[in-house]
């Protein structure tokens, strides 16, 4: 909402800068957006009278004005613009004077310099102003003057040769208040008043609605008939021999400063009144509307009509048309029809002031797909009972600028009159939630500064607000009323006495180890949209018919890349390592803990979301086994082990051959698969240009929670030595070293202490399809130093096993 | 036969010219060996008479001494000469660069949610969680939105169906808290948001919000600026002020939004605070008890308040980041600055 501080001086007397204005009314809940000072950097332009135009000699879209501007003589002014006439009233920029800006000149933050020179052979001294040059925006210069020289309204022959800002009044804040949607209200200059006297302790002086009698009745010129209650009032009056000019300047102003352009009087005024009072105002011919009648009634389903702005629309029954004796010609309170708009040569205007039910407005409004400056009005509420004073306020204006007869009296149809609900509010209350103590007297002032009804006494404040104020209907309502009032800065500052019992989340304190522990590990995190779409589902190659696939759509998504809630991390985390690898960044060890989406099996209930983890690189010394490392170590911190790697081939995100499925074994023995991980196939890898081997691993973070356990059992440390024996063998090559591994601990050897892979080897002199394998294998006991003979016994057992189990052929050391 | 001053005469002169270890062995054998010359010197005594001997011994030895003191002593600057020019030697460019360690760097938003949580873990809340789909009761009816509110807009909101949303803001658990927890509670709930934003400098469909929730007897608003103002102080610096401005949402009343003194600043109007000297950093008021009705809970015993802000909004304050963009965008050069 705009507001020109000026036009609010009309209202309620303010005596301090605007910015200081601003600063107190945002600390009694008005917040501001922005303080504009406009009229600024405008000198040496004056009121000049056109007193002569004549062709140019040399050109033909040019003309030469003689413009007087106080002065003895004339001065000469080339001009190209068209809508110039002898007569007209301009603003003049003389030899030397400084305007803001130029018409389409690019904007310079210190204006432009106009100086006389020659135009084509003829001598201009300075320049005729157009609305962009004296500061206006576009959109709001006067309809007449918008593409030409600003033609000022009325008569200025006393002031030419004047500076324009002073005779004007051009200088002026404008306010842009951010009205929050519990306060229609304050979309009004009576609303801002209101609160503005309020703020300041002042009264605030209410416009003037009074009339002078005509003689002549509305009601023997138009009937209004309501046949529905979405309309809450109709207030209609009459005005006859309706004379359409410009508004005089200081309606323009007004309208200018709000930023509205001003059109004609009777255009100009319905905005006028709307801005005053919040109040949407409309005007018909009233020789457009058949036998004279307004209905106003819902549309049948499927009736059409054509709006003002050239479009057909079909109706349904739910929405409220202003009809005549024939048919519709307005969409209630949103806009009206082609034909009943006042023309040049129109006589008898119709004033519509009504009050339309907001939630009805709004359905009609976005089932139309248009919202207008009168339905947003209306959606977000208009007291029905200004409706009246601001038709006779229109009036009275009408009388005031002379432009037409209105006549007496107003057809005015309003059957349930709504007033605002009585509420009351505890003094004792209001200071428990507060943390104040705040007397009754003082709360009073307040509510009744806000003319405010107080009644009732101790503890009980019984308030009824001004009807405008829709939005207070309870007591917690002037909680906020005192609070705003008595100044949010005043309220004391404590910390809560509260005995809440702190409670933790394991989930929370997993992930947030997690992410410390991979940091050390040195993997960055990286944080990537919710959102996925099956296309990159099929360049991450996730197999068809597998859950992940099975995605949750949104229903008003934003795009087809967006459309759906992600299953699975990696296909970010390949995106992310495509774009870090077009970036030339040339090792990634990244990783992603978020929260994926799955169908629930029970479809009244909400979705399933769990945490995953993803771990992605390429580049550096990265390759399976490094990933593999951090796994395992994080999976141990995390207290989930021991894990179990399975060769996976099919899961086409991962080269067949280097890829594995992660288990871990729980308490009740079961085996859960908690991941997948892997080498990138290369097709993948080219999907998302990853120009380089690239590794990434899923997993299931919500198991891993399941199965953390971090309870800490220490042994002491062993007391008595141990004794190692190394084996080398050599084994298929298909003999995944795990099973080696996990073959020689199922043994369950009392003594076996270690078990560690050291050596690999592949060729000459091992036969192909074969590899040489090397353990170093530890005994110990916790109650002696072990006897060669025990360790050798032992060793004997591993050894036996592994001939017989893989038909390892052993070397000798 | 050499008598013990030429005797030491030639021992002096031959250690002058000892420079090795090996060097100073033979000499000791030579002297002081079975067959050294001390030693052949003392077996020379066999035949003295008492008296000779005592004299003759006590020089002996005396010399002996002395020389084995001189050979220990060449000794040892021999080892030192050799240790010295092996450390010499051993010099390395201390300029040359360490072996690289990388440490990882958490997502700044991770660490931005961490550091306020970990404030608000410091005053005794708890962190409570809530899903990210959520029912539009949840969102809307049970924050007291009226069936108009904008944001429940389809331009505004993700929905999944009538009744499921994505949620646009982490007050969603607020009901859930409610329903949940046994009062009092103070807790802290992060956690992803999502509107129907275009990605631009300023706005992007997902993001973060931390919601911060107290219930007890006796809360008011001034703890409410109370504890606030502590998180700012800790947040933004101990000399950080608060503003606190009237506003309006559906789910508290009053409601507030809070301004800190600019960090950039200090209050005296900048770029940052687009010369204003405050930056708006949340919003948060005391809940409306039509929120605490929906649970149930008696709004004439309970009081509480409710606070929700940005997290991605504190970063770019923080950081000075002018586009959120480039916090979804994930390039390692950009995150990596966060440590």
Redesign the interface.
């Known amino acids: 909402m705009l507001l020109s501080v000026n036009w609010l001086k009309d209202y309620v007397k303010i005596d301090v800068p605007a910015h200081e204005f601003g600063d107190r009314m945002i600390m009694t809940g008005s917040n501001i957006e922005t303080i504009t000072e406009i009229g600024t950097g405008i000198s040496g332009v004056v009121i000049g009278k056109i007193e002569k135009i004549v062709k140019h000699p040399n050109a033909d879209h040019l003309v030469v004005c003689s413009v007087n501007v106080g002065k003895s003589e004339p001065i000469q002014v080339v001009t190209s613009a068209e809508n110039v006439y002898e007569g007209a009233f301009v603003p003049a920029a003389l030899d030397g004077s400084h305007v803001p800006a130029l018409h389409g000149a690019p904007h310079k933050e210190e204006g432009y310099e106009i100086h006389s020179g020659s135009m084509r052979g003829v001598d201009s001294d300075g320049m005729l102003c157009g609305p962009q040059e004296l500061g206006l925006d576009d959109k709001v210069a006067p309809y007449i003057s918008k593409d030409g020289i600003w033609l000022l309204p009325g008569d200025w022959s006393d002031q030419l040769g004047q500076d324009v800002t002073e005779a004007l009044g051009l200088r002026d804040a404008v306010i842009d208040f951010e009205i929050t949607p519990n306060r229609p209200d304050c979309l009004s200059m009576l609303g801002m008043a209101r609160e503005a006297a309020a703020t300041f302790g002042e009264k605030m002086q209410l416009p003037d609605t009074s009339l002078k009698p005509s003689g002549e009745a509305s009601t023997d010129y138009i009937s209004v008939e309501v046949r529905s209650d979405l309309c809450k009032r109709y207030t209609a009056r009459v005005i006859r021999d309706v004379k359409i000019e410009q508004s005089p300047w200081w309606i323009q102003k007004r309208l200018i400063a709000a930023g509205m352009r001003p059109i004609n009087n009777i255009v100009d005024l319905t905005n006028f009144v709307m801005l005053e009072y919040g109040q949407p105002m409309h005007a018909f011919d009233i020789d457009t509307l058949k036998d004279h009648r307004i209905i106003v009634d819902t549309a049948k389903d499927g009736d059409t009509f054509t709006t003002l702005d050239g479009n057909e629309r079909t109706l349904d029954h739910d929405m409220l048309m202003i009809n005549d004796a024939e048919g519709p010609v307005g969409l209630a309170g949103i806009m009206d029809g082609m034909d009943s708009e006042i023309t040049e040569n129109t006589n008898t205007v119709v004033l519509e002031s009504a009050s339309f039910l907001g939630s009805s407005v709004r359905l009609t409004a976005k089932r139309l797909g248009m919202r207008t400056e009168a339905s947003s009005r209306y959606e977000k509420g208009i007291d029905p009972n200004n409706c009246e004073a601001a038709a006779d306020r229109f009036c009275h204006l009408v009388q005031e600028l002379g432009c037409g007869t209105v006549l007496d009296g107003a057809v005015d149809i309003y059957q349930k009159p709504e007033t605002a609900p009585t509420v009351t509010a505890r003094v004792s209350r209001i200071n428990k939630v507060l943390g104040t103590q705040i007397s009754r007297e003082q709360m009073k002032g307040y509510l009744e500064a806000l003319e405010m009804k107080v009644e009732g006494d101790g503890d009980e404040l019984i308030v009824t607000p001004p009807s405008v104020r829709q939005d207070l209907l309870e007591e917690v309502d002037y909680v906020e009323e005192v609070a705003r009032m008595y100044g949010y800065d005043n309220l004391p500052m404590t910390l809560p006495a509260i005995a809440s019992k702190p409670f933790f989340s394991k989930s929370w304190t997993l992930r947030n180890l997690t992410r410390d522990l991979l940091c050390g590990m040195g993997a960055t995190e990286i944080q990537t949209y919710s959102f996925s779409n099956q296309k990159i589902l099929d360049r991450a190659g996730v197999p068809e018919g597998t859950m992940e696939r099975n995605l949750i759509r949104i229903t008003n998504p934003m795009g087809e890349d967006t459309e759906f809630m992600r299953t699975l991390l990696a296909p970010s985390m390949l995106e992310v390592l495509g774009t870090n690898y077009a970036k030339r960044n040339d090792h990634v060890l990244a990783y992603e803990l978020g929260i994926t989406f799955r169908e629930n099996v029970i479809a009244s209930e909400l979705p399933k979301e769990h945490y995953n983890l993803c771990l992605g690189a390429y580049g550096g010394d990265e390759d399976f086994f490094s990933l593999k490392g951090i796994i395992t170590e994080l999976l141990d911190r995390l207290g989930v082990g021991p894990l179990r790697f399975e060769p996976e081939k099919e899961y086409t995100m991962f080269h067949p051959g280097r890829c594995a499925r992660i288990f871990v074994k729980s308490p009740n023995g079961e085996d859960v698969e908690i991941g997948i991980m892997g080498e990138v196939h290369p097709e993948v890898q080219e999907n998302f240009g990853i120009g380089d081997r690239a590794y990434v691993a899923e997993l299931f973070f919500n198991l891993i929670t399941e199965l953390s356990d971090r309870v800490i059992q220490y042994k002491k440390p062993p007391m008595f030595p141990s004794t190692s024996r190394d084996v080398a063998m050599i084994v298929d090559e298909g003999l995944p070293v795990g099973h080696i591994e996990e073959a020689i601990r199922d043994l369950g050897l009392p003594l076996l202490d270690d078990v560690k892979l050291f050596d690999i080897y592949r060729g000459l002199p091992v036969p192909p399809g074969k590899k040489s394998v090397a353990y170093s294998i530890t005994y110990r006991s916790d109650e002696r130093t072990l006897t060669d003979q025990e360790a050798d016994a032992a060793h004997q057992a591993v050894l036996d096993m592994l001939r017989e189990k893989f038909g390892a052929e052993l070397r000798d050391n | 036969m050499q008598d013990i001053k030429s005797i030491m005469e030639e021992a002096r002169e031959q250690l002058k010219k000892v420079s090795t270890s090996e060097e100073a062995e033979e000499l000791r054998v030579k002297m002081l060996g079975r067959k050294g010359k001390f030693t052949e010197m003392l077996r020379s005594m066999k035949d003295m008479s008492a008296e000779e001997k005592k004299q003759f011994g006590r020089e002996t030895n005396q010399a002996k001494a002395e020389f084995q003191q001189m050979l220990a002593e060449r000794k040892e600057a021999i080892v030192k000469k050799a240790k010295d020019t092996r450390l010499a030697a051993e010099t390395i460019d201390v300029t040359e660069p360490g072996r690289p360690v990388?440490?990882?760097?958490?997502?700044p938003?991770?660490q931005t949610i961490?550091e306020v949580v970990g404030i608000f873990e410091d005053?005794?809340?708890?962190?409570?969680?809530s899903?990210?789909?959520?029912?539009t009761f949840n969102t809307f009816d049970g924050l007291n939105a009226?069936?108009?509110?904008?944001a429940r807009d389809?331009?505004d909101t993700?929905?999944?169906?009538e009744k499921?949303c994505?949620r646009p803001h982490t007050s969603s658990g607020e009901v859930r808290a409610e329903k949940e927890l046994s009062l009092?509670?103070?807790i802290v709930l992060p956690g992803?948001c999502?509107r129907?934003d275009?990605p631009d400098a300023t706005h992007s469909?997902?993001f973060n919000q931390i919601e911060m929730m107290?219930i007890?007897e006796?809360?008011?608003?001034?703890?409410l600026?109370?504890?606030l103002?502590?998180m700012a102080k800790k947040l933004f610096g101990p000399e950080t002020r608060t503003?606190?401005?009237?506003?309006?949402f559906p789910f508290t009343?009053?409601?507030?939004?809070m301004d800190v003194s600019c960090f950039k600043c200090g209050g005296k109007g900048c770029s940052v605070c687009k010369g204003s000297g405050w930056i708006e950093i949340l919003g948060c008021g005391?809940t409306?008890?039509h929120v605490h009705q929906v649970a149930g809970i008696d709004t004439e015993k309970y009081?509480g308040f409710a606070v929700g802000m940005g997290v991605e909004r504190i970063a770019m304050l923080k950081y000075g980041i002018d586009d959120i963009r480039l916090?979804?965008?994930?390039?390692?050069?950009f995150?990596?600055q966060f440590k």
């Open positions: 990388h440490y990882g760097v958490k997502h938003i991770t961490e005053m005794g809340y708890s962190v409570y969680e899903p990210d789909i959520d029912t009226p069936e108009t509110h904008p389809v331009t993700f929905y999944l169906s499921v994505l009092p509670y103070q992803r999502y129907r275009t469909p997902t107290v007890g006796g809360i008011t608003m001034a703890d600026k109370g504890s103002d502590y503003k606190f401005r009237p506003h309006h009343e009053p409601s507030a939004e005391m409306h008890p009081t916090l979804y965008e994930n390039d390692m050069r995150i990596e």
